[in-house]
């Protein structure tokens, strides 16, 4: 046995001092230099101008999973969410048959997760309420606060009495005259999508709000893409089966309501605030960070013009509210992953982005428990907007939650903003013993 180790031991030192023997140039990256700069890395610390606003724009449109479900907490109040869709025939048919009859009408709908702030609420009864829309949903209106009632038949479509109580299967018993009335769709309806959600327009699904004081409730994640409605009827031809499924493809979204709006503040505060959904953001103001930036350069001896500093790397680093007494419930209930995003406008709508820092192999996002903070890189916003002499609240980074998907062609991943998951959380603000912060690593070019 001692043989075989010094066999095996004399081979790995030989090869050490072969790879010893490859020759380092120190000059790599050195042609990207000017020939008569003297590069000194430094560090500086500035503070990050916070404010706490309220993510009217939120695209609500396409979510990974369609949720119904309302929660209440202390600090940030009560949210209920509720979600529509289209649906369509899955299967081109003739004719329905003579004298149709419905025998029952149904879907099963997988469950594909929660929120609940207390684990007893994990099974609590939900009523459940599925609406028919009778308004065509324009593709434009995704935002939290552009549906309403007028959308809706006020009566509901779903059988009375149903209650969810929190399975990983949601069972849901339409009535017989909405089935009859799906069976009155015409040759045409039943051949083509588009003609059938023209008239029947689409489904919402909505649970009350819950009213209790204390903190709790549910909100529920259906994974429509899974699910199908059966309607069984006969006819003289005998049994007869239809089947449609929620159509992905067309226009489908989250609703929500918030109670949290008293809750932004645009002055310096102790206390941020991050609630999901169209709930409140903190919110960066770059232009006043930028303008702090460039008073310290021009404080410096000799002055530093902003174009004259160069940033290897830019980090936000925002401190969360330490627990106290051992209670981690804030903590537990914070989002996974944030990252901040700019507000995008193009001719047709309003959307939040990550910016693309977030690709970076250090882009941070997750709550760091041993220091109580997130930290996001923002090394090359931060560099461009330096460069730029007009900054306005367009420019603001907002911190909203992300999610990635990966490509099935390839390891990459795109990053979305999550605008499904409800999560809140208490960030530190500027006034606090912690305040947020952001810390540029950097080097000045000669003038």
């Known amino acids: 046995m001692t043989i075989r180790a010094r066999s095996f031991f004399l081979p790995a030192?030989?090869?050490?001092?072969?790879?010893?023997?490859?020759?380092?140039?120190?000059?790599?990256?050195?042609?990207f230099i000017p020939s008569n700069q003297f590069?000194?890395?430094?560090?500086?610390?500035?503070?990050a101008p916070m404010f706490t606003t309220v993510a009217d724009s939120m695209n609500m449109a396409a979510p990974s999973y369609l949720e119904f479900g309302s929660v209440n907490s202390p600090v940030f109040g009560n949210t209920t969410s509720s979600?529509?869709?289209?649906?369509?025939?899955y299967a081109y048919k003739e004719e329905y048959g003579e004298d149709p009859e419905v025998d029952n009408m149904f879907v099963n709908i997988p469950m594909s997760g929660f929120t609940v702030f207390n684990e007893a609420d994990r099974y609590m009864p939900q009523n459940v309420y599925v609406y028919r829309l009778i308004k065509d949903l324009n593709h434009l209106e995704i935002y939290p606060d552009s549906f309403s009632e007028e959308y809706i038949d006020p009566i509901p479509v779903s059988k009375p009495g149903l209650i969810y109580l929190g399975r990983d299967t949601l069972r849901i018993d339409f009535t017989e005259s909405f089935a009859y009335e799906l069976l009155q769709a015409d040759s045409i309806e039943r051949d083509s999508t588009e003609?059938?959600?023209?008239?029947?327009?689409?489904?919402?699904?909505?649970?009350?709000k819950y009213d209790a004081s204390n903190r709790g409730g549910r909100i529920n994640y259906m994974n429509i893409a899974e699910a199908m409605i059966?309607?069984?009827?006969?006819?003289?031809g005998g049994d007869s089966l239809i089947s449609y499924y929620f159509n992905t493809y067309g226009t489908y979204y989250n609703t929500a309501s918030h109670e949290s709006s008293g809750l932004?503040?645009?002055?310096?505060?102790?206390?941020?605030?991050?609630e999901g959904l169209a709930g409140v953001k903190p919110c960066l103001d770059v232009a006043e960070l930028v303008s702090e930036i460039k008073a310290w350069g021009l404080a410096q001896t000799p002055p530093v013009n902003a174009d004259?500093?160069?940033?290897?790397?830019?980090?936000?680093?925002?401190?969360?509210?330490?627990?106290?007494?051992?209670?981690?419930?804030?903590?537990d209930n914070a989002p996974a992953t944030l990252y901040p995003c700019k507000?995008?406008?193009?001719?047709s709508l309003m959307y939040y982005s990550p910016v693309v820092d977030i690709y970076n192999e250090n882009a941070g996002g997750s709550m760091n428990r041993s220091h109580w903070h997130y930290s996001f890189e923002i090394t090359s916003y931060l560099q461009e907007v330096l460069k730029s002499d007009t900054l306005d609240a367009k420019d603001n980074l907002w911190i909203m939650p992300v999610y990635s998907v990966t490509s099935s062609t390839s390891s990459s991943s795109t990053y979305y903003v999550d605008n499904f998951t409800y999560r809140n959380t208490v960030l530190c603000g500027n006034l606090s013993d912690r305040p947020p912060y952001v810390r540029i690593t950097y080097a000045v070019l000669q003038q």
Do not use: H, W
Not at 264 to 271: F, H, L
Not at 320 to 329: A, K, L, R
């Open 39 to 47: 590069i000194y890395i430094q560090t500086r610390d500035f503070e």
């Open 13 to 31: 030192i030989f090869l050490l001092m072969l790879t010893s023997c490859v020759p380092v140039d120190n000059r790599m990256g050195s042609g």
């Open 195 to 208: 003609a059938f959600t023209a008239k029947y327009k689409g489904l919402y699904f909505t649970t009350e």
């Open 343 to 347: 507000l995008i406008s193009n001719d």
């Open 83 to 89: 979600g529509l869709i289209q649906f369509a025939p």
């Open 308 to 331: 004259k500093i160069l940033i290897s790397r830019a980090e936000l680093v925002m401190p969360v509210e330490i627990p106290t007494d051992g209670d981690y419930s804030m903590a």
């Open 230 to 236: 059966y309607l069984n009827y006969k006819s003289a």
């Open 264 to 274: 932004a503040d645009k002055e310096p505060a102790e206390r941020l605030f991050y």
